[in-house]
């Protein structure tokens, strides 16, 4: 981590109120708290909205972006044209300290981030998604909580169709183009008609692809899809699909998932390459940390608040959306389903409630009992209850186009749906196979002799490995601490410990290296202890210059200032670097040690093998007593010259991460051996 006359102080904000979560209830109360602020006469610029992404998702038709109607950039919409005067910060939630009135955001790896001071908070976080509860679900499905997620999707149907077109294995076929939504409610049903829609159509083009051989599977887990709706339009709209072609697997659940299968409770599998998840919501993060850490009043982590949206128990927070559990009005002991419709009127009435008590007036209690649901199921064919009326077919499509159409953010967004349903009545669907592009896991990265690789104080994204050439690392006075060459590798300490990294890195010469994301990287640090251990040794190898003042403060000045020949051992367990393994082994049995310098033929010192790589290197079944400790990998120890201090030979251990020093004369012979226990013994500070 970087010392503290280093470190990175975010910057600070002290608002009147700051809201976390850029969804529906975020933005809605932001947008009408700009015109709440100025009646209360303050400035809209004392709000602040929080939000991961600078744009708000029109989640209700990202079903049409997946079945290709609509233009993906259609459906979103920037944050800070729809709440104009108020400030936008595009980052995560680190952490909310309600005591100190605190919230830290995260504004992305090169900035240091925002520390906002408030007098009021608005939770408006929504929900995540979490599909570890079913095993190979997070591998292997796909989800629909953001346009890219539609992108993706939409991307992956017309690739299935691809391969399958050009498949003639029939059991690989059918697998290819059989598609599996899990989940029956607005969004798994509108989803499946979508995907059912766009792979019917497109299979016009595929010559040979027949559109019986397509099958689109939900499952759903109650006796009856779109339950909020009633049990008529529920079995309507289950009537409607099962004619175009979905089959709906009911009371049934998803118990795991793999590459080519989907195992069901009842013991039934689905042969499939595709499975979409539309289940999955879970408590948000932050808001699960908040409730933990403050004992807030909640369910499942969701937050409870009175009938004015505040958080029971608090008169400074306040709560919206899927994050909170608001009374319905009218109805005891019942909360506000979690749909869009309650989430915007949820963040209008916070916005009006927080300009009253911002002006000394009291809040109004939230009154909205809803206005009807609505779901589209494809096919220019829907399912709608409206304050009482049951509406089907055509006349309720028209009826979810329309009103979902005015619920828009923005009349240029309007126009443009407006453009892509009337086109989409005329012509076929995109089928043009756009893939997204990924950052690579890893890449191949060419450096120059002198080129930069990164400074100090950067953002770590990647460990480094050296295929050929050198790289340099060299401290904040230019001094090289270290050089890595072929086949070793470093960056892990910063993705590891965070902090960026401590050392500029130059290439000594022309260097090729292979880079492998962090996103690999911690994965395996986190899941593997082997992994852990063996980045465990090596994240110790950068050590900054505060980590070495630190070490040298426990010891005591006489002891640094000693020379290292005072302090070392000349008894070493030396091999020949031309010796076999039987002749090591027989060193190993009456000079046990973990490590033994290997020297030359002229006595110049030539690495060190480990005990553990010459036991690793005898379960080899071509190795013998004769084969020569040459086939091994060289373990290299640090190295300082005799006449140095032992201030020398800490600095040169801490920099590697290990615990021996090897001395040498002026012709690079092996006199002895320093260690940190040598230096801990007497005249050590504090022995």
């Known amino acids: 981590m970087p010392s503290p006359s280093t470190a990175v102080v975010p910057a600070r904000l002290d608002l009147e109120v700051a809201i976390l979560g850029g969804g529906f209830a975020g933005v809605s109360c932001g947008q009408r708290l700009a015109k709440e602020l100025k009646r209360a006469g303050l400035r809209p610029e004392q709000a602040v909205i929080v939000s991961d992404q600078n744009y708000l998702v029109f989640q209700p038709m990202l079903a049409e972006v997946a079945g290709a109607s609509i233009a993906p950039r259609h459906v979103v919409n920037p944050i800070r044209r729809i709440c104009r005067g108020l400030r936008v910060l595009r980052g995560k939630v680190g952490g909310i300290d309600l005591e100190k009135r605190e919230v830290r955001v995260d504004t992305g790896p090169f900035s240091a981030g925002v520390v906002i001071g408030f007098r009021h908070l608005v939770l408006a976080l929504g929900a995540e998604i979490d599909l570890s509860r079913v095993p190979g679900m997070p591998e292997h499905a ?79 887990s109650r006796e009856r899809i779109l339950q909020n709706l009633g049990d008529n339009l529920g079995d309507y709209a289950a009537k409607k699909l099962r004619q175009r072609g979905l089959e709906i697997l009911l009371n049934e659940r998803v118990r795991a998932v793999t590459a080519t299968r989907v195992y069901l409770q009842s013991g039934e599998t689905i042969e499939t390459a595709t499975v979409v998840s539309t289940v999955g919501n879970a408590p948000h993060s932050a808001i699960r940390a908040l409730c933990e850490a403050n004992d807030l009043p909640n369910e499942g982590h969701r937050l409870l608040t009175d009938e004015f949206l505040r958080v029971r128990g608090q008169d400074a927070v306040w709560a919206a959306g899927d994050c909170a559990l608001v009374p319905l009005a009218g109805k005891t002991a019942e909360f506000c389903p979690q749909t869009a419709q309650f989430a915007t009127r949820q963040g209008i009435a916070l916005a009006k409630n927080l300009g009253h008590t911002l002006s000394g007036r009291g809040p109004d209690p939230f009154q909205f009992k809803g206005l009807g649901e609505l779901a589209s199921i494809g096919h220019r064919t829907a399912v709608a209850s409206i304050l009482g009326m049951q509406f089907s077919g055509f006349v309720a499509w028209f009826l979810w186009r329309s009103i979902y159409l005015s619920k828009l953010p923005g009349l240029d967004r309007k126009l443009r749906i407006v453009i892509d349903w009337s086109l989409d009545l005329f012509f076929p669907r995109d089928i043009t196979l756009l893939n997204p592009r990924f950052t690579k896991l890893y890449r191949q990265v060419h450096l120059e002799p002198g080129d930069a690789l990164f400074h100090r104080g950067e953002p770590a994204f990647s460990l480094y490995v050296v295929q050929s050439g050198a790289i340099e690392l060299r401290d904040g006075s230019g001094e090289v601490v270290r050089t890595i060459t072929e086949g070793e590798y470093f960056g892990e300490r910063a993705i590891v410990h965070g902090g960026g990294y401590l050392y500029d890195a130059y290439a000594k010469g022309p260097t090729e290296l292979v880079s492998l994301s962090s996103e690999v990287v911690l994965p395996l640090f986190t899941s593997s202890s082997r992994f852990r251990r063996v980045l465990g040794r090596t994240t110790a190898q950068g050590s900054a210059e505060a980590e070495i003042e630190s070490v040298k403060r426990r010891l005591d000045p006489a002891v640094l200032r000693q020379p290292v020949r005072e302090r070392m051992r000349n008894d070493l367990a030396t091999l020949r670097s031309d010796a076999t393994v039987g002749e090591a082994l027989a060193l190993f049995s009456t000079r046990r040690f973990s490590i033994y310098p290997l020297a030359g033929p002229d006595g110049r010192l030539d690495g060190c093998l480990a005990r553990e790589d010459l036991f690793n290197f005898l379960k080899r079944a071509d190795v013998s007593m004769e084969s020569p400790l040459e086939e091994i990998e060289r373990l290299h120890l640090p190295v300082c010259p005799v006449e140095s201090e032992v201030e020398e030979a800490v600095e040169s251990m801490i920099r590697s991460g290990l615990q021996k020093c090897l001395v040498t004369d002026r012709d690079g012979r092996l006199v002895g051996i320093v260690s940190v226990m040598d230096l801990m013994g007497p005249g050590a500070a504090g022995a």
């Open 142 to 220: 796909f989800v629909m909580q953001n346009v890219g997620d539609a992108m993706i999707l939409r991307a992956t149907l017309i690739s299935r169709l691809e391969e399958a077109n050009a498949e003639q294995r029939p059991e690989v076929r059918r697998r290819l183009l059989t598609f599996v939504v899990v989940g029956g409610g607005y969004s798994g049903v509108e989803t499946a008609g979508e995907i059912l829609d766009l792979l019917r159509e497109a299979a016009r083009d595929y010559h040979d692809i027949p559109r019986e051989e397509i099958r689109v599977v939900l499952v759903h």
